[in-house]
């Protein structure tokens, strides 16, 4: 069989509707609304369009454990986005997030709506706002480092190594090779950084850890993209130890379950509203899961 010839970017690229591979249908060169439809709006204070990727599971969980500590200025109202169906394309989501990403985050509780979008910026807003989960002094730059760092090193995991990976058409070894490399040394920074401190920021548990869990969690557990194996993760010892405090947290257990479309159902809860009767919702289906 003869091998294709090698690709020659052209002068003037153009887009292939039909070479996205998994995502062909929601990736487009262009940002603005597809469709005209307005956002729902519950009675909280605070209104969360998403979806339980890793993303969107920071912030469910950031409100979780706000909630947890007895701020009920953190009630929400979670509406589910479900970006294969386009939903993040709507007039109403556009006008949220202009860069139609999940999650987006709308604060109602003052006299002006409050627009809030990027995950990163999602956590600090609401830790500043709520004054938890963001040391003060030498312990809030470290956070924040952390915070940043996590933001601007989720794109080679996701968008790089997962989509060449898992979702991509083709496999393309120089590309997953690429991106292996650096997912693995991403894990090695962590794994450094947490063999003398129990946290990201050190002692404390932060937003940096709520940012960063969702993500490197997952992939060392073997949860995201089935390339546990592949990346030995098994190796990250000490990110295999934070991942397992953190999950043992009951207010990450809840963040977990909300805007869950897919998996078990007893895991997934929609459209969360009153504390109260979630928690009382979501202990019943973690002692059905044991």
């Not at 010839?5 to 052209?10: A, I, R, S």
């Not at 597809?34 to 920071?58: C, I, M």
């Not at 003052?110 to 963001?134: C, H, M, N, Q, T």
């Amino acid at each position: 069989m003869p091998e294709k010839p090698e690709y020659v970017p052209p002068k003037v690229w153009s887009w292939n509707k039909d070479n996205g591979g998994a995502f062909a249908a929601i990736n487009r060169p262009i940002a603005g609304p597809t469709h005209d439809k307005e956002l729902p709006v519950g009675r909280h204070p605070l209104q969360l369009y998403s979806l339980a990727t890793p993303n969107g599971v920071k912030v469910t969980v950031m409100l979780e454990e706000l909630l947890a500590l007895g701020h009920t200025g953190a009630e929400y109202d979670a509406w589910l986005i479900k970006i294969n169906d386009g939903d993040q394309f709507s007039s109403g989501f556009v006008d949220v997030n202009p860069n139609s990403k999940i999650p987006a985050l709308m604060d109602r509780s003052g006299a002006e709506p409050v627009r809030v979008f990027e995950s990163g910026a999602i956590l600090l807003y609401l830790a500043e706002k709520f004054d938890a989960f963001l040391p003060r002094g030498a312990a809030r730059a470290e956070c924040l480092s952390w915070l940043f760092w996590q933001m601007g090193s989720a794109p080679y995991l996701g968008g790089g190594f997962g989509h060449f990976y898992a979702y991509a058409p083709v496999k393309i070894e120089y590309a997953i090779d690429r991106f292996a490399m650096e997912v693995k040394r991403q894990l090695d920074v962590l794994d450094r950084r947490l063999a003398d401190h129990e946290f990201l920021a050190g002692s404390e548990y932060t937003i940096a850890d709520i940012a960063t869990w969702p993500w490197y969690g997952g992939l060392v557990k073997g949860q995201i993209y089935g390339a546990g194996e592949f990346l030995q993760v098994q190796d990250y010892k000490h990110v295999q130890r934070w991942t397992d405090t953190i999950a043992a947290r009951p207010a990450v257990q809840r963040g977990r379950m909300v805007n869950r479309p897919f998996g078990d159902p007893a895991s997934q809860l929609h459209e969360r509203h009153d504390a109260a009767d979630f928690l009382t919702n979501t202990q019943d289906k973690l002692r059905a899961q044991r």
